[in-house]
């Protein structure tokens, strides 16, 4: 079986332990007779398993029993404009503009028409960094933010420091880090970065902020309505659940959030200080400071014709996804959990026999 070193951005890699335990069960989950897919979301068998994927969701991050944890559908894309709808009571909504993703929950609360503000922004260096965060109100309904931006590869090396609750777009980094939960009110994301197939979209939420919902929000979009159903309101996506809980196992199984870290900054070290060393051919695109651990886009200096070289060299090489997002064009190395570092010394030793080669 030929399996790529797959670094794409999302959908993405799976381990394969987790895959061949999803094809073990896939006819006959645990000897049931049924696929996990063939069975009602309300029958006591797809109960332990998204109680399970809840349970361990609060457990690795240390939510305590004053969040709800819902597994949702439409993407992290419809939270861009259920955020809003629910949580905003005419205050101050804050938001911090660090790329295309921000951009477009931005967008959707223009659209709603509600009291929001862009304080801080980097689209002036085309969002090669976190930008400075200015003194925040101390009475905002939320101060939105994008923990890791997925196609300019900049990430918050912590939180900002806000009076009022945040709001964290973690669809790139989830289950890649601890984080402080003290001040979350809604914490998201798509899991098909960092925790699975596509369809399913984690909501961690303060309980109380759900009873802010105006009357004119449609049921569906409530979370309440989920926190109530405990995410079953309509037929949620149980297969992606089912794969979630997998991941989240083994997660937790290989040392939780803290040792996946300290593997990602193994990995990420070893990537960058590649580029540092070959900065007269490759440049790294976000400021040192800034830099993920999850998304790392650069470029080569002597132009696009190499960089499309580059990717279908690379291709050759059993190593795919590297071409970078339209937005920013270029190269990027998506390097999540199921990347491990060979795989990224593998794609090192590629760079740099392609730099001496085209250099
Ligand atoms: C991929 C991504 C999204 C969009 O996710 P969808 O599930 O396609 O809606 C939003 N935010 C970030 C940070 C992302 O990386």
Same mark, same amino acid.
């Given at each position: 079986?030929?399996?790529?070193?797959?670094?794409?951005?999302?959908?993405?890699?799976?381990?394969?332990?987790?895959?061949?335990?999803?094809?073990?069960?896939?006819?006959?989950?645990?000897?049931?007779?049924?696929?996990?897919?063939?069975?009602?979301?309300?029958?006591?068998?797809?109960?332990?398993?998204?109680?399970?994927?809840?349970?361990?969701?609060?457990?690795?991050?240390?939510?305590?029993?004053?969040?709800?944890?819902?597994?949702?559908?439409?993407?992290?894309?419809?939270?861009?404009?259920?955020?809003?709808?629910?949580?905003?009571?005419?205050?101050?909504?804050?938001?911090?503009?660090?790329?295309?993703?921000?951009?477009?929950?931005?967008?959707?609360?223009?659209?709603?028409?509600?009291?929001?503000?862009?304080?801080?922004?980097?689209?002036?260096?085309?969002?090669?960094?976190?930008?400075?965060?200015?003194?925040?109100?101390?009475?905002?309904?939320?101060?939105?933010?994008?923990?890791?931006?997925?196609?300019?590869?900049?990430? /918050? #090396?912590?939180?900002? $420091?806000?009076? !009022?609750?945040?709001?964290?777009?973690? @669809?790139?980094?989830?289950?890649?880090? &601890?984080?402080?939960?003290?001040?979350?009110?809604?914490?998201?994301?798509?899991?098909?970065?960092?925790?699975?197939?596509?369809?399913?979209?984690?909501?961690?939420?303060?309980?109380?902020?759900?009873?802010?919902?105006?009357?004119?929000?449609?049921?569906?979009?409530?979370?309440?309505?989920?926190?109530?159903?405990?995410?079953?309101?309509?037929?949620?996506?149980?297969?992606?659940?089912?794969?979630?809980?997998?991941?989240?196992?083994?997660?937790?199984?290989?040392?939780?959030?803290?040792?996946?870290?300290?593997?990602?900054?193994?990995?990420?070290?070893?990537?960058?200080?590649?580029?540092?060393?070959?900065?007269?051919? /490759? #440049?790294?695109?976000? $400021?040192?400071? !800034?830099?993920?651990?999850?998304?790392? @886009?650069?470029?080569?200096?002597?132009? &696009?014709?190499?960089?499309?070289?580059?990717?279908?060299?690379?291709?050759?090489?059993?190593?795919?996804?590297?071409?970078?997002?339209?937005?920013?064009?270029?190269?990027?190395?998506?390097?999540?959990?199921?990347?491990?570092?060979?795989?990224?010394?593998?794609?090192?030793?590629?760079?740099?026999?392609?730099?001496?080669?085209?250099?």
């Amino acid at each position: 079986m030929n399996r790529v070193i797959n670094f794409s951005a999302g959908p993405s890699t799976i381990p394969l332990d987790v895959l061949k335990t999803a094809q073990d069960e896939f006819l006959s989950y645990q000897n049931k007779g049924f696929s996990i897919m063939e069975v009602s979301h309300r029958s006591a068998v797809f109960d332990e398993v998204i109680n399970s994927a809840e349970k361990r969701v609060k457990e690795l991050y240390g939510f305590s029993d004053d969040y709800a944890v819902l597994f949702l559908q439409g993407g992290a894309s419809l939270q861009f404009a259920q955020i809003p709808m629910n949580l905003s009571t005419g205050k101050v909504c804050e938001y911090i503009n660090t790329g295309v993703w921000t951009k477009k929950a931005i967008k959707e609360a223009e659209i709603l028409g509600i009291n929001y503000k862009v304080v801080a922004s980097s689209e002036d260096t085309n969002f090669d960094r976190i930008p400075l965060i200015p003194e925040l109100s101390k009475d905002a309904d939320y101060t939105y933010i994008c923990s890791n931006n997925t196609i300019y590869g900049t990430q /918050y #090396k912590e939180f900002p $420091k806000t009076k !009022s609750l945040l709001v964290i777009d973690s @669809s790139s980094d989830l289950f890649s880090r &601890e984080i402080d939960t003290k001040n979350i009110g809604l914490f998201y994301g798509g899991i098909q970065k960092n925790g699975g197939p596509a369809g399913v979209t984690l909501v961690v939420i303060r309980k109380d902020l759900a009873d802010r919902v105006g009357k004119n929000v449609p049921n569906i979009l409530r979370y309440k309505t989920q926190i109530d159903a405990n995410s079953m309101s309509n037929t949620p996506n149980t297969f992606g659940i089912y794969m979630l809980n997998l991941m989240l196992k083994k997660l937790i199984k290989e040392g939780g959030l803290k040792a996946v870290n300290e593997k990602n900054e193994k990995k990420a070290a070893l990537l960058y200080s590649a580029i540092d060393e070959m900065s007269d051919f /490759y #440049k790294g695109h976000a $400021k040192k400071d !800034s830099r993920s651990l999850m998304n790392v @886009s650069f470029n080569i200096i002597k132009g &696009e014709e190499l960089e499309k070289k580059f990717v279908s060299k690379a291709l050759e090489n059993n190593m795919m996804g590297l071409k970078g997002h339209r937005h920013l064009g270029g190269i990027r190395a998506s390097i999540y959990n199921a990347i491990t570092y060979e795989n990224v010394e593998t794609l090192v030793s590629f760079m740099r026999d392609f730099a001496k080669k085209n250099g």
